[in-house]
T-cell receptor, first 117, second 112 residues
């Protein structure tokens, strides 16, 4: 069974500071990993994804994440926080597409990012 | 040019009623999903259809019934609504199983 743990339900940073949102996963098969962002009263928007290949993936809005198999981690970072980054962030894992796999997303519990002026 | 749309956006109803939420995607995707987001913002898969075939049916009360009339539509019907059904329901679609999912704006259901 797959699972995702996001360390820290709330993270607060100052504008211009480094953003680090932590995600650890558990999967018995090679995982696909995703970060989604949810702004208030909106749906989820994909920030970035890891499927295969390069372990450092870049996404939208200056975010990036690194897949570390040995640490079963997929932490999200951004060098300099902007006020508009304040939102809910979800890490998710999916089983890879093979016959019989469903591709369903298993989400972490979410991390609320607060950006202070 | 909305990719994944849901109607209605808000739904307020009494306990015991039956209601439906509709979802449509214009992305040409083969797979569609329903997720439930509870008051603590936890997201959980409910159902998934691939080419109109049910492929995921999580532990959901049988008061919930999905229906996919075609690949572009996945509706959710809920019978005998209960207070605990209050949540935000998200529809999503993907090119196929395992590909990135695109989410709709959500339907906030409030059961009184």
């Amino acid at each position: 069974a797959q699972s995702v743990t996001q360390l820290g339900s709330h993270v607060s940073v100052s504008e211009g500071a480094l953003v680090l949102l932590r995600c650890n996963y558990s999967s018995s098969v090679p995982p696909y990993l995703f970060w989604y962002v949810q702004y208030p009263n909106q749906g989820l928007q994909l920030l970035l994804k890891y499927t295969t290949g390069a372990t450092l993936v870049k996404g939208i809005n200056g975010f990036e994440a690194e897949f570390k198999k040995s640490e079963t981690s997929f932490h999200l970072t951004k060098p300099s926080a902007h006020m508009s980054d304040a939102a809910e962030y979800f890490c998710a894992v999916s089983d890879t597409f093979r016959s019989g796999n469903t591709g369903k997303l298993i989400f972490g519990q979410g991390t609320t990012l607060q950006v202070k002026p | 040019d909305t990719a994944v749309s849901q109607t209605p956006k808000y739904l307020v109803t009494q306990m015991g009623n039956d209601k439906s939420i509709k979802c449509e995607q214009n992305l040409g995707h083969d797979t569609m999903y329903w997720y439930k987001q509870d008051s603590k913002k936890f997201l959980k898969i409910m159902f998934s259809y691939n080419n109109k075939e049910l492929i995921i049916n999580e532990t959901v009360p049988n008061r919930f019934s999905p229906k996919s009339p075609d690949k572009a539509h996945l509706n959710l019907h809920i019978n005998s609504l209960e207070l605990g059904d209050s949540a935000v329901y998200f529809c999503a679609s993907s090119l196929n199983r395992g590909y990135e999912q695109f989410f709709g704006p959500g339907t906030r259901l409030t059961v009184l």
